[in-house]
């Protein structure tokens, strides 16, 4: 047993569990309840802290950083594996087979019986490394190239912005460096210059000997400038930086290489005729089925780890994906079903698995092959722990747990511990949303009109046409890779949308809802009419703040090789404001308090219109439990897309079109109902609403779907059906949906 007393990680009420070793045991609860303080930060952050332990502290600094959990005892761990739907990220060098280690495997095989056999080793069919990589490209398979263009509107003269790189504005810094040295006709528009003159202003060289000017010695040209400030930097890039890479720069394929990445004779090697960089583009389960064609006993061993990687990657939906993928592109539910495959060739046995919701962008029909990993990975002898919303993983799992019965401060309890049939009977939030009946979808509501996505052929999409009714919600369906995501980013470009994904909420590591939502200053004038004091003695991030520790509640110590230490702040106890500003009260409540309510009690005790204005939105959209004072920093996937939501309601103006990605991930089935209430608000507003779903519900009670399949990748792409819900038959969705 997995044995907890006294758990008391942000709401955990001094949770007591056992939990079985070596069984699949599914976390389930109202949204905010405190399933991930329980599995997360609890059980896996003391597992991930204890293994760290067993390092040297040199080692330990570099391992990820576990907080240690708030518990009187927890026993009974094994190293852990948390397999959560963070995108596997930014580096331009991992691909899906990198990162599942197919790609490993392949090089093996063409170092082995590649024809011609280059001899060496299988670092020679490595884009990562110089004996394999195309020199042309380093590996990546794409050169960036200058867009000079990019760079300048010739419309315009100089002072009136002609230059379009960042930083460019009159008087500043960058632009007087070329007026002042003024051989540039700085009042005309760049149009009516000489070819040399704009040739001097981008490159310099010999346009300014043409020119027979005497350029000072730090001149430079804009390209040497933008290649030295963006492009020969360190890798950790700004957001900023980013973008501006993104605007003045064109990637295109490599003219080497041709997208390969591999150097002249790597690409030349083949077997069965083919060259690996021809393998790199097939999908996952045709390239299954051309490799166990190899014979060569030599390699067999090779061959057949090789095809079983491949088939349990097609098992969990991923057969449409191609080897030279890059990880970067690909989606939450992706990223987090290639890091599954890469744990089930593992021959560790007695670990601790921890997934976050594993079914989010999974078709009904894909569902069940990943409840049939999760099982295998229970059979080899591990432990599997599952936050889940989907009734159909509860079902198989040998147990569900329940934490609850709400979100925030009124959850943080188990209210159920047993097999999934016992809790249909259960008096408990899940069990009475499982007894409901699903909905009848009421009559669908009357378009105002339609646009029309044109001949869509982004990614697998087959130049797909189709209209879209405006004013309503529709639900785009279909299986993982079919082009739902494909259609969704046609739709965005050929009409223009307010698109509202799960990423981070934009916003500094300071930033609650107090600061975003813009209540602060009300709150503090609150403060400061009871008071009689001026308003920015109740800000903790001016007059208000504690002295010693800045406002921050914390004093950091770096102890150079041991982990630094974060120590709350002796002098204010952690709660950040000086003692003058804590004195006063509002209703009761000091001013670091307030931080401590949740937005639903902040809008009961808190009585100020602006305040009520701010908030009253985040609770619509279910987030009533969080706390005023909690970061945004850690709010989930699902719970960030969710506070967008509550923006475009505030801020709701003339009718958009909206496109959300999945608004359901993260959702019990209990609040289903409180975003739908929001979407069709949204609706009723006159916006035209389109959600990628693939929860049930959600899709029964849309005015129109746009189901898209038949399969995955070159086997989709095309719409299957397009009308209103209830009259969809003959597709795998209308199968989900009980209408065939
Ligand atoms: P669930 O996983 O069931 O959705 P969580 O465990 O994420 O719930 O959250 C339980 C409660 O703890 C919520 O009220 C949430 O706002 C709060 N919470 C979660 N993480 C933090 C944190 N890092 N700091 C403060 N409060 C947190
Ligand atoms: P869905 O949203 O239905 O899961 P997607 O639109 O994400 O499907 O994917 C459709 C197809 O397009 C898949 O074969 C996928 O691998 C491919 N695809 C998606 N994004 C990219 C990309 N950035 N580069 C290459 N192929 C992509
Ligand atoms: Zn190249
Ligand atoms: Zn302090």
Redesign the pocket.
């Given at each position: 047993m997995i044995r907890i007393r006294g758990a008391r990680s942000n709401n955990l009420k001094s949770v007591d569990l056992e939990v079985p070793r070596g069984s699949l045991t599914v976390f389930a609860g109202p949204s905010g309840s405190g399933k991930s303080s329980l599995v997360f930060d609890t059980i896996a952050a003391e597992a991930g802290h204890q293994v760290n332990e067993t390092y040297p502290p040199f080692l330990r600094n570099r391992l990820p950083k576990w907080t240690r959990p708030e518990a009187d005892e927890i026993s009974g761990l094994s190293p852990v594996v948390v397999i959560d739907q963070r995108r596997l990220g930014g580096n331009a060098r991992s691909t899906v087979g990198t990162i599942t280690d197919t790609w490993t495997y392949l090089r093996l095989l063409y170092s082995r019986i590649g024809d011609p056999h280059l001899g060496g080793e299988s670092n020679r069919f490595s884009f990562n490394d110089p004996a394999g990589m195309c020199p042309t490209c380093s590996g990546l398979g794409e050169a960036v190239e200058i867009d000079t263009a990019s760079f300048l509107d010739l419309g315009r003269t100089l002072k009136e912005g002609a230059i379009l790189l960042p930083g460019f504005v009159d008087g500043g810094y960058w632009l007087t460096k070329y007026t002042d040295l003024g051989w540039f006709p700085a009042d005309e528009p760049l149009r009516s210059w000489t070819e040399d003159q704009r040739g001097a202003l981008l490159h310099g060289g010999a346009h300014l000997d043409r020119l027979g000017v005497e350029p000072p010695a730090d001149f430079e040209g804009l390209v040497a400038w933008f290649e030295r400030i963006y492009l020969h930097t360190s890798d950790n890039l700004s957001d900023r930086k980013r973008e501006a890479i993104e605007r003045f720069t064109r990637s295109g394929t490599c003219p080497e290489c041709g997208g390969d990445r591999l150097n002249a004779e790597a690409r030349a090697v083949t077997v069965l005729g083919r060259t690996i960089g021809e393998l790199a583009l097939m999908?996952v389960a045709e390239l299954a089925d051309l490799v166990a064609g190899v014979q060569d006993a030599a390699v067999a061993p090779v061959v057949s780890a090789l095809v079983e990687r491949l088939r349990a990657m097609d098992a969990i939906g991923l057969g449409?994906?191609?080897l030279g993928?890059?990880t970067t592109?690909l989606?939450g539910?992706?990223s987090q079903r290639v890091k599954t495959v890469k744990h089930l060739g593992s021959s560790l046995i007695e670990m601790l698995y921890i997934f976050d919701e594993p079914t989010v962008?999974l078709h009904p029909q894909d569902v069940h092959a990943m409840i049939g990993l999760l099982e295998r990975l229970r059979d080899k002898g591990n432990t599997v722990l599952v936050v889940e919303h989907d009734p159909a993983v509860m079902a198989v799992a040998d147990q569900v747990v329940e934490i609850g019965p709400d979100g925030g401060a009124a959850g943080g309890r188990v209210v159920f511990q047993g097999r999934f049939d016992r809790l249909r009977g259960a008096d408990t939030p899940t069990a009475l949303a499982l007894a409901k009946p699903a909905p009848v979808g009421a009559a669908p509501r009357e378009p105002f009109g339609a646009i029309t996505i044109e001949r869509a052929a982004?990614?697998?999409?087959q130049e797909v046409t189709v209209d879209l009714p405006t004013g309503v919600l529709t639900v785009?369906t279909?299986?993982?890779?079919?082009?739902?995501?494909?259609?969704?980013?046609e739709l965005v470009e050929q009409h223009g949308a307010i698109v509202v994904d799960q990423r981070a909420v934009a916003a500094n590591r300071r930033s609650t809802p107090i600061t975003y939502t813009g209540i602060a200053a009300p709150v503090r004038k609150l403060f400061a009419k009871a008071s009689g004091l001026p308003a920015k003695y109740f800000s903790a991030n001016s007059e208000g703040a504690c002295a010693d520790c800045k406002g921050l509640g914390v004093v950091y110590t770096d102890l150079a090789f041991m982990d630094g230490q974060e120590t709350v702040c002796e002098t204010c106890g952690g709660l950040r404001f000086t003692a003058e500003a804590l004195r006063h009260r509002v209703d009761g409540l000091t001013i670091a308090e307030v931080g401590d309510l949740t937005i639903l009690e902040a809008l009961q005790r808190l009585a100020d219109p602006a305040i009520r204005k701010g908030l009253h939105h985040l609770d619509r959209v279910g987030l009533g439990y969080l706390r005023l004072g909690q970061p945004l920093s850690t709010l989930s996937g699902g719970e960030c897309q969710r506070v967008k939501i509550a923006r475009e309601l505030r801020e709701a103006a003339e009718p958009s079109l909206y496109v959300l990605d999945e608004p359901t991930t993260g959702l019990h089935l209990r609040d289903i109902d409180t975003l739908m209430a929001v979407l069709d608000q949204l609706v009723e507003g006159g916006h035209t609403v389109v959600v990628?779903e693939h929860h049930t519900e959600v899709i029964r009670r849309a005015d129109w779907i746009v189901d898209?399949g038949p399969g995955?990748?070159?086997h989709?792409?095309r719409v299957l059906y397009e009308g209103r819900v209830a009259d969809m038959r003959g597709t795998a969705t209308a199968r989900a949906l009980g209408q065939d």
């Open positions: 999908e449409y994906l191609h993928r890059a592109s989606s539910g992706e962008g982004r990614n697998n999409l785009l279909g299986v993982a890779g079919s082009g739902k995501s494909s259609l969704a980013a990628i898209l995955a990748g070159r989709g792409g």
